[in-house]
């Protein structure tokens, strides 16, 4: 199985600075027709899992601007330009590049 | 608007079988995948695996042994058979839309439902 390894495992993040979230996976993740298969993921406190992000840069409908993903191959970034306090939960990414789909551990996002 | 609502037993016995469906409304289940993922209590996500509407599934080769999926398009409505259950099987069970684009990223889920098994 490809291991996806994320980093820090918490971040407290101050509203209306940056922060940033890594994942890097054991294999590349470029599919042959030269797209990452990443997603990212936000599970709020008490809530599933949304999707965020998914060919690791494209976000998906009704995610704000703040949030960007960036990479290739075995390492990639997720970027809240602005954090706002409807912001703190859990990311994941996950690889969907090859059976099983796999994810991160999760970062956990909270206010300082 | 697409919405999903998982069903079934809350709690479950070792060795046991669980079954739980996942009632799609507000959308049709047919040309879509559907997943099925797990989440330990203060744990990751695992995915189990997914199945598209005409029923080919695709399962994560861990539990493979143990899972079936099964997708109703006339009840819209598909379901997860998980066999010889044990305390590591004790989790939320999401279920979830693979989208209609790309490799199907999961985007519409479902609240999830508590599994406990215990005797």
């Known amino acids: 199985d490809i291991v996806m390894t994320q980093s820090p495992l918490s971040l407290p993040v101050t509203p209306g600075e940056p922060a940033s979230i890594s994942c890097r996976s054991s294999?590349?993740?470029?599919?042959?027709?030269?797209?990452?298969?990443v997603d990212w993921y936000l599970q709020k406190p008490g809530q599933s899992p949304q999707l965020l992000m998914y060919?690791?840069?494209t976000r998906a409908s009704g995610v704000p601007d703040r949030f960007s993903g960036s990479g290739s191959g075995t390492d990639f970034t997720l970027k809240i330009s602005r954090v706002e306090a409807e912001d703190v939960g859990i990311y994941y990414c996950?690889?969907?590049?090859?059976?099983?789909?796999?994810f991160g551990q999760g970062t956990k996002v909270e206010i300082k | 608007q697409v919405q999903l609502q998982e069903s079934g037993p809350g709690l479950v016995k070792p060795s046991e079988t669980l079954s739980l469906t996942c009632i799609v409304s507000?959308?049709?289940?047919?040309?879509?995948?559907w997943n099925w993922i797990r989440q330990p209590a203060g744990k990751g996500l695992e995915w189990i695996g997914r199945?598209?509407?005409?029923?080919?599934?695709n399962y994560n080769p861990s539990l493979k042994s143990r899972v079936t999926m099964s997708v109703d398009t006339s009840e819209n409505h598909f379901s997860l058979r998980l066999t010889s259950l044990t305390a590591a099987d004790t989790a939320v069970y999401y279920c979830?839309?693979?989208?209609?684009?790309?490799?199907?990223?999961?985007?519409?889920w479902g609240q999830g439902t508590m599994v406990t098994v215990s005797s």
């Open positions: 979830s839309r693979g989208s209609s684009t790309w490799y199907h990223s999961p985007d519409i």
């Open positions: 507000g959308g049709s289940i047919s040309g879509y995948y």
């Open positions: 199945i598209y509407s005409n029923g080919s599934p």
């Open positions: 294999e590349s993740l470029v599919h042959n027709n030269g797209y990452n298969y």
């Open positions: 060919l690791g840069s």
């Open positions: 996950m690889q969907a590049l090859q059976i099983p789909w796999t």
